[in-house]
T-cell receptor, first 114, second 114 residues
Framework: EAGVVQSPRYKIIEKKQPVAFWCNPISGHNTLYWYLQNLGQGPELLIRYENEEAVDDSQLPKDRFSAERLKGVDSTLKIQPAELGDSAVYLC????????????FGPGTRLTVL | AQSVTQLGSHVSVSEGALVLLRCNYSSSVPPYLFWYVQYPNQGLQLLLKYTSAATLVKGINGFEAEFKKSETSFHLTKPSAHMSDAAEYFCAVSEVGANSKLTFGKGITLSVRP
């Protein structure tokens, strides 16, 4: 069974440029998460989807970040414009949505903003 | 609000020695608890989880953890370290009966000396 797929794996952009990350969750998982992981830190939740509905986006900086999950499967996370402080790893995870369920993580996208 | 404390950022052990990685949680009620491992340039992988059944939980790769309510702890142990255990380890908490949001600790880097 395929795991969570993310692309690109690495992205280098200049500040003020836009960037987008894509995630394909495990088949059948209705809950999808985007996490931000800064160097030397644990992941922090940015947004959680149940099917196509964003049910928790309280930590998403809405002035520059946006996300969508059309048709309740793939998801895209966008930053526009990127700032130097956005350099981090962006992780996508999926699960069946219950609090005891395992969240399965993708390999992440490492973003470097110059 | 829930939180997780992982004291220290780096633990170094000799191959064959006991591995002990500490995790303490703060929560108004006993939560669900998770240990994840992250190898370089990879996503997080679940090692084990406590979901209010047995307090001693066995996971993959010979790891286990014990939930101690009186100490609000969920320390991770392995009797004999292997070189392949070198990685970053994250403890995470999820609130019982609520959504599936995970709150992660800062992580501990485990080094294994030959």
């Amino acid at each position: 069974e395929a795991g969570v797929v993310q692309s690109p794996r690495y992205k280098i952009i200049e500040k003020k440029q836009p960037v987008a990350f894509w995630c394909n969750p495990i088949s059948g998982h209705n809950t999808l998460y985007w996490y931000l992981q800064n160097l030397g830190q644990g992941p922090e939740l940015l947004i959680r989807y149940e099917n196509e509905e964003a049910v928790d986006d309280s930590q998403l900086p809405k002035d520059r970040f946006s996300a969508e999950r059309l048709k309740g499967v793939d998801s895209t996370l966008k930053i526009q414009p990127a700032e130097l402080g956005d350099s981090a790893v962006y992780l996508c995870a999926s699960s069946s949505g219950q609090p005891t369920d395992t969240q399965y993580f993708g390999p992440g996208t490492r973003l470097t903003v110059l | 609000a829930q939180s997780v404390t992982q004291l220290g950022s780096h633990v170094s052990v000799s191959e064959g020695a006991l591995v002990l990685l500490r995790c303490n949680y703060s929560s108004s009620v006993p939560p669900y608890l998770f240990w994840y491992v992250q190898y370089p340039n990879q996503g997080l992988q679940l090692l084990l989880k406590y979901t209010s059944a047995a307090t001693l939980v066995k996971g993959i790769n010979g790891f286990e953890a014990e939930f101690k309510k009186s100490e609000t702890s969920f320390h991770l142990t392995k009797p004999s370290a292997h070189m392949s255990d070198a990685a970053e380890y994250f403890c995470a908490v999820s609130e019982v009966g609520a959504n599936s949001k995970l709150t992660f600790g800062k992580g501990i880097t485990l080094s294994v000396r030959p």
